[in-house]
T-cell receptor, first 112, second 116 residues
């Protein structure tokens, strides 16, 4: 089946630290991959996406590269800010399927 | 403004009450979804509507009853809920159900439901 596994949280970093949140997937077809972010008290917002192997999605200083050989889509940011504190969800969708499959989410806290 | 509006933002209801959650989008999307988000559990897909037709019911108990009168509106009718149904209920939309592969979803801010 199709599934997404994210690194266990919570993750706590200091401001300006380098961030990596790992995401690996299992898929029966050729998925599109997404990162969503959920700020406190809000719904999920699309952060970035990649629709084919070797694509790099980027937004707000975050980036992730679709690695087919390692079935991964790790989220990175070079210098995090307090405002990046949120829960981050990795997700996939198979072309023709009706639903996004989400990982369990990783809570990120950035301390000043 | 996310483009998907959910009301109410917060709801407290007794186990014998009947209430409804509302979701509205004016993005021109044709697919709408209900998700349940509980503490320390993954997001659970509940229902999928594509062009107003229900295309997926993810084994949701009958005390949750969805309604989609048109492509812009989605309701979740609640009755005789249990305390374990307390959660954040999220609505989402996409251009069409099978189009989520390229476009992703737009989510509302959710309704925080507490069953007492």
């Amino acid at each position: 089946g199709n599934s997404v596994t994210q690194m266990e949280g919570p993750v706590t970093l200091s401001e300006e630290a380098f961030l990596t949140i790992n995401c690996t997937y299992t898929a029966t077809g050729y998925p599109s991959l997404f990162w969503y972010v959920q700020y406190p008290g809000e719904g999920l917002q699309l952060l970035l996406k990649a629709t084919k192997a070797d694509d790099k999605g980027s937004n707000k200083g975050f980036e992730a590269t679709y690695r087919k050989e390692t079935t991964s889509f790790h989220l990175e940011k070079g210098s995090v800010q307090v405002s990046d504190s949120a829960v981050y969800f990795c997700a996939l969708n198979i072309q023709g399927a009706q639903k996004l499959v989400f990982g369990q989410g990783t809570r990120l806290t950035i301390n000043p | 403004e996310t483009g998907v509006t959910q009301t109410p933002r917060h709801l407290v209801m007794g186990m014998t009450n009947k209430k409804s959650l509302k979701c509205e989008q004016h993005l021109g999307h044709n697919a709408m979804y209900w998700y349940k988000q509980s503490a320390k559990k993954p997001l659970e897909l509940m229902f999928v509507y594509n062009f107003k037709e229900q295309t997926e019911n993810n084994s949701v108990p009958s005390r949750f009853s969805p309604e989609c009168p048109n492509s812009s509106h989605l309701f979740l009718h609640l009755h005789t809920l249990q305390p374990e149904d307390s959660a954040l209920y999220l609505c989402a939309s996409s251009q069409e159900a099978t189009g989520g592969a390229n476009y992703g979803y737009t989510f509302g801010s959710g309704t925080r439901l507490t069953v007492v």
